[in-house]
């Protein structure tokens, strides 16, 4: 079992940066393949970015590529997402998630837990 909890969404004016952060309950954190994922209103929720047990390996949405890093610290049980150069399109809720399986997923069902989210507003 593992909780998670994010923290670092707010209002943010296109162009801006933000950074996300996943706190993670429990021991095994570095067990854990761990994602991001959003939820815009009227949307499906879709992959953002995720990363690797180890952080040796990342993996981003084209819509994110280039403009958005993941990144972990497994000593303190967190994980990170570095926003930069937002959009208007990049507002919705975003969700940190950890998956019990060495392989990335992009489907939400795959996923084991999620955080209860927190929202991101870019204004243009």
């Known amino acids: 079992q593992v909780q998670l909890v994010e923290s670092g969404g707010g209002l943010v004016q296109a162009g801006g940066s933000l950074r996300l952060s996943c706190a993670a309950s429990g021991r095994t954190f570095n067990s854990y393949t761990m994602g991001w994922f959003r939820q815009a209103p009227g949307k499906e929720r879709e992959f953002v970015a995720g990363i690797s047990r180890t952080g040796g390996t990342t993996y981003y949405a084209d819509s994110v590529k280039g403009r958005f890093t993941i990144s972990r610290d497994n000593a303190k049980n967190t994980a990170y997402l570095q926003m930069n150069i937002l959009e208007s399109e990049d507002t919705a809720v975003y969700y940190c998630?950890?998956?019990?399986?060495?392989?990335?997923?992009?489907?939400?069902?795959?996923?084991?837990?999620w955080g209860q989210g927190t929202q991101v507003t870019v204004s243009s």
């Open positions: 998630a950890a998956r019990a399986n060495v392989l990335m997923a992009t489907t939400p069902g795959l996923w084991n837990y």
